[in-house]
């Protein structure tokens, strides 16, 4: 049988475009041609930072406004980038298997963030790997920093810097995994909610789109990410405040899931944490259950001066 093709919206980035091509060629082995659509994001254009731009849906909106308006057919985000309240008429229809969870360094010389040297000065643009980062080295000085992969390599000489930390999973996907200088520990850095999935969005009344993409979720996943996104969104954290969380199978439960959360001053001074398990099934309550501790120990404070 001969499918209508499918058009697929991506930002233009090295990184997008290789999600892109990634999913098309998923799809497209199992009789579904694809034409990916560049689109340019409020993110692509803007030079500040991303606290001042206002954060949420910079590298989503543009692409869920084509989905919306049928210039595109399906969308694809790295997950972490996606807002956790729902944008009527859309649907998260899958989620493939994931890439590493984690955060790298990538430093000058072989270090770890224990040995860094004293008052480094270590690159990021995430208000939440900067806290975490202050939480165990209150001495480093932390350098705000834009750009795709390849520009914040770069920086880490132009602008003097020791190290520039990065998702683990963006290097891998570049083939750029032979720059990381060491992976930094869940229980120093926990990742960002959905941290190496990616999100595939159609119209909730597309049935013939959905149903062509469903093919592609990992339920392990999709779960895993469900628990995430439902302590950010249980916290109103949105993708500014400092908020690490990381959910997997548990491996002392078959069916089970196990979630890791935290939440910190934007000073690395203060940092809360919670840790909970359910059935995988249960996912998303899982997530508010871990916020509800986070709010019950003050979390809402650290993330109401975050915003």
Request: glycine letters at 8%; one cysteine or more; proline letters at 5%.
């Amino acid at each position: 049988m001969k499918h209508k093709r499918f058009r697929l919206g991506s930002r233009r980035s090295r990184l997008a475009m290789w999600q892109a091509t990634y999913v098309s060629q998923r799809l497209e082995s199992l009789g579904y041609p694809v034409e990916i659509v560049p689109i340019v994001t409020e993110g692509d254009t803007t030079s500040g930072s991303l606290k001042q731009a206002g954060g949420q849906g910079l590298f989503t909106k543009a692409i869920q406004t084509a989905l919306l308006e049928e210039r595109i057919d399906l969308a694809v985000h790295s997950l972490k980038d996606l807002a956790t309240r729902p944008v009527p008429g859309l649907c998260l229809a899958a989620v493939p298997a994931r890439a590493p969870h984690g955060d790298v360094l990538v430093c000058r010389e072989s270090w770890t963030l224990d040995t860094l040297p004293q008052a480094a000065r270590v690159g990021t643009g995430s208000p939440r790997r900067a806290a975490q980062l202050r939480h165990w080295r209150p001495d480093l000085e932390i350098v705000d920093l834009r750009g795709n992969v390849e520009t914040r390599l770069k920086k880490l000489e132009t602008e003097n810097l020791d190290a520039v930390v990065l998702a683990e999973a963006g290097l891998v996907r570049l083939e750029l995994a032979d720059r990381i200088t060491c992976r930094l520990p869940a229980d120093q850095v926990l990742p960002a909610a959905g941290q190496g999935a990616l999100g595939i969005e159609t119209r909730c009344d597309d049935n013939r789109a959905f149903e062509a993409v469903r093919q592609l979720d990992d339920p392990a996943t999709h779960a895993a990410v469900t628990a995430e996104r439902s302590v950010l969104k249980t916290l109103q954290a949105g993708c500014l405040a400092p908020v690490g969380t990381w959910a997997r199978s548990d491996p002392s439960s078959s069916g089970f899931l196990r979630l890791d959360a935290a939440v910190l001053s934007e000073d690395g001074r203060r940092r809360i944490a919670a840790t909970g398990r359910a059935r995988s099934e249960d996912a998303a309550f899982l997530g508010v259950s871990v916020a509800q501790m986070l709010l019950d120990e003050g979390a809402g404070e650290l993330i109401e001066a975050a915003h």
